[in-house]
């Protein structure tokens, strides 16, 4: 089970951290990522991280403003967001995975979302 949160409404140019609580599985084990998912939109890409933390990977559109980390001592995966624009307007998903990848057929495992909204 995955539980995400951390969302909520903030200006363009604030910062905001979502975290991701795993329970039931032997998380050290999954490749964790953030997913996103805008009104009227495909769910995207956004960060993943393999088993260690040690290799990460960002969607283009979010990198150096966004950073995923994990703490496999409290089955947490994190996605600290800064610089934020409108356009990172959307419900933000963590899933898990045994393989490294971008694309959503990896992910077997999903959290229910948790609404980010950036406006003025």
């Known amino acids: 089970q995955l539980i995400e949160s951390g969302g909520g409404l903030v200006q363009p140019g604030d910062s905001l951290r979502l975290s991701c609580a795993a329970s039931g599985r032997t998380f050290s084990n999954y490749v964790m990522a953030w997913f996103r998912q805008a009104p009227g939109k495909e769910r995207e890409f956004v960060a993943t991280i393999i088993w260690s933390g040690s290799r990460t990977t960002y969607a283009d559109s979010v990198k150096g403003r966004f950073t995923i980390s994990r703490d496999n001592a409290k089955n947490t995966v994190y996605l600290q967001m800064n610089s934020l624009k409108p356009e990172d307007t959307a419900v933000y998903y963590c899933?898990?995975?045994?393989?490294?990848?971008?694309?959503?057929?990896?992910?077997?495992?999903w959290g229910q979302g948790t609404q980010v909204t950036v406006s003025s």
């Open positions: 899933a898990a995975s045994q393989s490294f990848g971008s694309r959503r057929w990896e992910y077997d495992s």
